[in-house]
């Protein structure tokens, strides 16, 4: 019955929830095109580049492992964004996760590597977090992904596991810490599902989150799936966080 009411109820027009404008999406066609963020990124860690470039200052020089074969984001975690996906994470309400989507289809080479991959992967929780949250937020973006995909005609990877990769602990918090030691922090909080390996082997997997700030969680899942047999790995995030001026 909920789900009945849902689809009949999807199409109506609502208030946009930065301008406050009427009738309109959750985000309006003005406020996101405003919002959008920068329109070239580093195909290393979705950081702004200048027009012409295809990598940033940090990835060039870089001398730990490149694992990610590629990452987009579709905006920069700021206003109104980061308001609105802590509304998603945090409270309740996963039906951002279809507004989000189309605006992470809009970013450049998002479309590419759908086509490409054959295995989409969300970043997971572990079970005490998802019990207190009541969804994962990045499952939630790669269902909204897929089915935004499909009305657009868009070519899709086979799979989609929400359970391909586990986390086994959560990682202390890590907001005030740098690159390195956010990589430490995290050595051995993923490994493969035994059931999904089979899948994994040999894949070009698509990892999905909601958000990314220096990559780290990305790298420590990335290389949990490499380690499982996937071929490469690349990354789709709704927002990356602006590296400092």
């Known amino acids: ?60 020089t870089r001398t730990d492992p490149q694992v990610l074969q590629a990452c987009t984001a579709a905006v920069d975690y700021a206003y109104p964004w980061d308001h609105l996906i802590a509304r998603f994470k945090f409270r309740g309400e996963p039906g951002w996760a279809a507004p989000f989507a189309q605006q992470m289809l809009q970013s450049p080479h998002s479309r590419d590597l759908l086509v490409r991959c054959g295995l989409m992967v969300p970043v997971p929780l572990t079970p005490t977090r998802l019990g207190e949250r009541g969804h994962n937020q990045a499952w939630e973006l790669v269902k909204a992904v897929r089915q935004q995909a499909r009305l657009q005609g868009l070519a899709l990877p086979e799979l989609a596991h929400p359970d391909a990769l586990v986390r086994l602990v959560e990682a202390p918090d890590q907001h005030s810490l740098s690159r390195e030691q956010r990589l430490k922090n995290l050595r051995g909080v993923f490994a493969a599902h035994p059931e999904r390996v089979t899948h994994i082997c040999d894949a070009h997997v698509l990892l999905v989150d909601d958000v990314t700030t220096t990559g780290a969680t990305l790298h420590a899942a990335a290389q949990a799936l490499l380690q499982a047999g996937a071929a490469r790995v690349s990354a789709m995030v709704f927002a990356r966080t602006p590296p400092p001026d």
């Open 1 to 60: 019955m909920f789900s009945t009411w849902h689809t009949l109820l999807a199409p109506l027009p609502g208030i946009c929830q930065v301008c406050g404008g009427w009738p309109a999406r959750p985000v309006c066609e003005a406020c996101a095109r405003r919002f959008a963020g920068p329109a070239v990124r580093c195909m290393g860690c979705a950081a702004p580049v200048p027009e012409g470039l295809t990598r940033c200052g940090t990835c060039l």
